[in-house]
T-cell receptor, first 110, second 117 residues
Framework: SQKIEQNSEALNIQEGKTATLTCNYTNYSPAYLQWYRQDPGRGPVFLLLIRENEKEKRKERLKVTFDTTLKQSLFHITASQPADSATYLCALDSWGKLQFGAGTQVVVTP | GAVVSQHPSRVICKSGTSVKIECRSLDFQATTMFWYRQFPKQSLMLMATSNEGSKATYEQGVEKDKFLINHASLTLSTLTVTSAHPEDSSFYIC?????????????FGPGTRLTVL
Protein backbone atom coordinates (compact mmCIF):
# COMPACT_ATOMS: atom_id res chain seq x y z
CA SER A 1 0.00 0.00 0.00
CA GLN A 2 1.05 3.57 -0.29
CA LYS A 3 0.79 6.74 1.75
CA ILE A 4 -2.01 9.10 0.75
CA GLU A 5 -1.89 12.62 2.08
CA GLN A 6 -4.73 15.08 2.27
CA ASN A 7 -4.74 18.32 4.21
CA SER A 8 -5.81 17.50 7.74
CA GLU A 9 -6.75 21.08 8.50
CA ALA A 10 -10.26 22.16 7.65
CA LEU A 11 -10.65 24.45 4.68
CA ASN A 12 -12.84 27.43 5.53
CA ILE A 13 -14.10 29.27 2.51
CA GLN A 14 -16.61 31.95 1.73
CA GLU A 15 -19.66 31.16 -0.36
CA GLY A 16 -19.07 31.76 -4.04
CA LYS A 17 -15.31 31.18 -3.90
CA THR A 18 -13.44 28.18 -5.27
CA ALA A 19 -12.26 25.51 -2.86
CA THR A 20 -9.15 23.58 -3.89
CA LEU A 21 -8.19 20.35 -2.17
CA THR A 22 -5.00 18.37 -2.61
CA CYS A 23 -4.36 14.64 -2.64
CA ASN A 24 -0.74 13.46 -2.79
CA TYR A 25 0.47 9.89 -2.95
CA THR A 26 3.92 8.44 -2.56
CA ASN A 27 4.41 5.30 -4.59
CA TYR A 28 3.11 3.99 -7.89
CA SER A 29 0.54 5.90 -9.89
CA PRO A 30 -2.82 4.14 -9.78
CA ALA A 31 -4.85 3.29 -12.84
CA TYR A 32 -7.50 5.68 -11.59
CA LEU A 33 -8.24 7.95 -8.69
CA GLN A 34 -11.61 8.78 -7.19
CA TRP A 35 -13.05 11.56 -5.07
CA TYR A 36 -15.85 11.05 -2.57
CA ARG A 37 -17.91 13.25 -0.32
CA GLN A 38 -18.66 12.13 3.23
CA ASP A 39 -21.10 13.81 5.58
CA PRO A 40 -20.89 13.20 9.37
CA GLY A 41 -22.12 9.76 10.34
CA ARG A 42 -22.72 8.74 6.72
CA GLY A 43 -20.99 6.59 4.16
CA PRO A 44 -18.99 8.15 1.30
CA VAL A 45 -20.75 9.27 -1.85
CA PHE A 46 -18.95 8.94 -5.18
CA LEU A 47 -18.25 12.21 -6.99
CA LEU A 48 -15.68 11.78 -9.75
CA LEU A 49 -13.22 9.29 -11.19
CA ILE A 50 -10.18 10.24 -13.24
CA ARG A 51 -7.93 7.79 -15.06
CA GLU A 52 -4.15 7.97 -15.27
CA ASN A 53 -4.27 9.02 -18.91
CA GLU A 54 -6.69 11.88 -18.22
CA LYS A 55 -5.47 15.28 -17.15
CA GLU A 56 -8.76 16.78 -16.11
CA LYS A 57 -12.36 15.78 -15.45
CA ARG A 58 -15.37 17.99 -14.81
CA LYS A 59 -18.83 17.46 -13.42
CA GLU A 60 -21.04 20.48 -12.91
CA ARG A 61 -19.18 22.69 -10.39
CA LEU A 62 -16.53 20.07 -9.67
CA LYS A 63 -13.19 19.68 -11.40
CA VAL A 64 -10.47 17.11 -10.80
CA THR A 65 -6.94 17.08 -12.17
CA PHE A 66 -4.45 14.23 -12.09
CA ASP A 67 -0.71 14.76 -12.45
CA THR A 68 1.15 11.45 -12.38
CA THR A 69 4.51 13.24 -12.53
CA LEU A 70 3.80 15.18 -9.36
CA LYS A 71 1.83 12.22 -7.92
CA GLN A 72 -0.96 14.61 -7.11
CA SER A 73 -4.63 15.19 -7.71
CA LEU A 74 -6.40 18.48 -7.19
CA PHE A 75 -10.13 18.74 -6.50
CA HIS A 76 -11.88 22.03 -7.12
CA ILE A 77 -15.35 23.16 -6.07
CA THR A 78 -16.25 26.31 -7.97
CA ALA A 79 -18.93 28.77 -6.86
CA SER A 80 -19.02 27.01 -3.50
CA GLN A 81 -22.24 26.83 -1.51
CA PRO A 82 -22.91 26.12 2.19
CA ALA A 83 -24.40 22.79 1.07
CA ASP A 84 -20.92 21.81 -0.15
CA SER A 85 -19.73 21.68 3.47
CA ALA A 86 -18.53 18.13 4.08
CA THR A 87 -15.38 16.02 4.20
CA TYR A 88 -13.90 15.12 0.84
CA LEU A 89 -11.92 11.92 0.44
CA CYS A 90 -9.60 10.87 -2.32
CA ALA A 91 -9.21 7.18 -3.02
CA LEU A 92 -6.64 5.36 -5.11
CA ASP A 93 -7.15 2.11 -6.93
CA SER A 94 -4.89 -0.59 -5.63
CA TRP A 95 -5.36 -3.83 -7.56
CA GLY A 96 -9.11 -3.47 -7.64
CA LYS A 97 -9.38 -2.22 -4.08
CA LEU A 98 -9.62 1.36 -2.90
CA GLN A 99 -7.17 2.97 -0.54
CA PHE A 100 -8.52 6.15 1.06
CA GLY A 101 -6.95 9.32 2.34
CA ALA A 102 -8.10 10.70 5.68
CA GLY A 103 -10.07 13.45 3.97
CA THR A 104 -10.22 17.22 4.13
CA GLN A 105 -13.13 18.97 5.77
CA VAL A 106 -14.57 21.89 3.83
CA VAL A 107 -16.67 24.54 5.57
CA VAL A 108 -18.44 27.03 3.34
CA THR A 109 -19.80 30.06 5.14
CA PRO A 110 -22.52 32.32 3.72
CA GLY B 1 -27.66 5.67 -8.93
CA ALA B 2 -27.25 2.31 -7.28
CA VAL B 3 -28.37 2.03 -3.67
CA VAL B 4 -26.70 0.09 -0.89
CA SER B 5 -28.36 -0.28 2.48
CA GLN B 6 -26.98 -1.33 5.85
CA HIS B 7 -28.78 -2.61 8.88
CA PRO B 8 -28.73 -1.69 11.66
CA SER B 9 -27.59 1.91 11.40
CA ARG B 10 -26.61 1.98 15.03
CA VAL B 11 -26.04 -0.75 17.60
CA ILE B 12 -24.96 -0.77 21.23
CA CYS B 13 -23.96 -4.06 22.79
CA LYS B 14 -22.27 -5.45 25.85
CA SER B 15 -18.71 -6.66 25.76
CA GLY B 16 -18.48 -10.33 24.79
CA THR B 17 -21.60 -10.43 22.63
CA SER B 18 -21.70 -10.87 18.86
CA VAL B 19 -23.18 -8.37 16.45
CA LYS B 20 -24.29 -8.97 12.87
CA ILE B 21 -24.38 -6.16 10.30
CA GLU B 22 -26.15 -6.61 6.97
CA CYS B 23 -25.23 -4.97 3.69
CA ARG B 24 -27.65 -5.12 0.76
CA SER B 25 -27.47 -3.89 -2.80
CA LEU B 26 -31.05 -2.86 -3.50
CA ASP B 27 -31.22 -2.38 -7.24
CA PHE B 28 -28.22 -4.16 -8.69
CA GLN B 29 -26.31 -7.38 -8.31
CA ALA B 30 -23.04 -7.02 -6.48
CA THR B 31 -20.34 -9.47 -7.44
CA THR B 32 -17.99 -7.98 -4.91
CA MET B 33 -18.64 -6.35 -1.57
CA PHE B 34 -16.13 -4.60 0.63
CA TRP B 35 -16.15 -3.98 4.38
CA TYR B 36 -14.42 -0.94 5.85
CA ARG B 37 -13.89 0.40 9.33
CA GLN B 38 -13.50 4.07 10.12
CA PHE B 39 -12.34 5.58 13.41
CA PRO B 40 -13.04 9.27 14.15
CA LYS B 41 -11.08 11.69 12.00
CA GLN B 42 -9.38 8.80 10.20
CA SER B 43 -9.63 7.30 6.76
CA LEU B 44 -11.69 4.30 5.80
CA MET B 45 -9.62 1.18 6.31
CA LEU B 46 -10.45 -1.83 4.18
CA MET B 47 -11.06 -4.89 6.32
CA ALA B 48 -12.00 -7.51 3.77
CA THR B 49 -13.24 -8.19 0.27
CA SER B 50 -15.97 -10.70 -0.33
CA ASN B 51 -17.09 -12.27 -3.58
CA GLU B 52 -20.42 -14.02 -3.84
CA GLY B 53 -20.15 -17.69 -3.09
CA SER B 54 -16.53 -17.70 -2.00
CA LYS B 55 -14.55 -17.00 1.15
CA ALA B 56 -13.68 -13.45 2.02
CA THR B 57 -10.17 -12.12 1.60
CA TYR B 58 -9.00 -10.27 4.69
CA GLU B 59 -6.51 -7.44 4.83
CA GLN B 60 -3.36 -7.82 6.83
CA GLY B 61 -3.97 -7.42 10.55
CA VAL B 62 -7.70 -8.17 10.40
CA GLU B 63 -8.69 -11.27 12.36
CA LYS B 64 -10.87 -13.45 10.18
CA ASP B 65 -12.17 -15.42 13.17
CA LYS B 66 -13.30 -12.24 14.85
CA PHE B 67 -14.85 -10.56 11.83
CA LEU B 68 -16.89 -13.21 10.05
CA ILE B 69 -18.04 -12.29 6.56
CA ASN B 70 -20.65 -14.12 4.55
CA HIS B 71 -21.61 -13.20 0.98
CA ALA B 72 -24.41 -15.67 0.39
CA SER B 73 -26.08 -13.96 -2.55
CA LEU B 74 -25.45 -11.27 -5.14
CA THR B 75 -27.38 -8.76 -3.04
CA LEU B 76 -26.43 -9.57 0.55
CA SER B 77 -23.24 -9.66 2.59
CA THR B 78 -23.06 -9.86 6.37
CA LEU B 79 -20.33 -8.94 8.82
CA THR B 80 -20.45 -10.53 12.26
CA VAL B 81 -18.27 -9.08 14.98
CA THR B 82 -17.77 -11.98 17.37
CA SER B 83 -17.10 -11.49 21.09
CA ALA B 84 -17.05 -7.75 20.66
CA HIS B 85 -14.89 -5.60 22.91
CA PRO B 86 -14.81 -1.83 23.46
CA GLU B 87 -11.89 -1.47 21.06
CA ASP B 88 -14.15 -2.81 18.30
CA SER B 89 -16.34 0.28 18.65
CA SER B 90 -16.18 2.00 15.29
CA PHE B 91 -18.09 3.02 12.18
CA TYR B 92 -18.45 0.05 9.84
CA ILE B 93 -19.19 0.75 6.18
CA CYS B 94 -19.83 -1.64 3.34
CA UNK B 95 -19.61 -1.01 -0.38
CA UNK B 96 -20.66 -2.98 -3.40
CA UNK B 97 -19.43 -3.24 -6.96
CA UNK B 98 -21.74 -4.49 -9.66
CA UNK B 99 -21.52 -6.88 -12.55
CA UNK B 100 -21.40 -4.13 -15.14
CA UNK B 101 -19.93 -0.70 -15.14
CA UNK B 102 -16.76 0.39 -16.74
CA UNK B 103 -15.68 2.85 -14.14
CA UNK B 104 -15.05 0.44 -11.28
CA UNK B 105 -17.32 2.52 -9.11
CA UNK B 106 -18.10 1.29 -5.63
CA UNK B 107 -21.42 2.21 -4.05
CA PHE B 108 -21.28 2.74 -0.32
CA GLY B 109 -23.82 1.99 2.35
CA PRO B 110 -24.75 4.56 5.00
CA GLY B 111 -22.62 2.89 7.66
CA THR B 112 -23.27 1.21 11.02
CA ARG B 113 -22.13 2.79 14.25
CA LEU B 114 -21.10 0.05 16.70
CA THR B 115 -20.62 0.90 20.36
CA VAL B 116 -19.41 -1.84 22.67
CA LEU B 117 -19.86 -1.13 26.36
Amino acid sequence: SQKIEQNSEALNIQEGKTATLTCNYTNYSPAYLQWYRQDPGRGPVFLLLIRENEKEKRKERLKVTFDTTLKQSLFHITASQPADSATYLCALDSWGKLQFGAGTQVVVTP
Amino acid sequence: GAVVSQHPSRVICKSGTSVKIECRSLDFQATTMFWYRQFPKQSLMLMATSNEGSKATYEQGVEKDKFLINHASLTLSTLTVTSAHPEDSSFYICSARGLAGGNNEQFFGPGTRLTVL
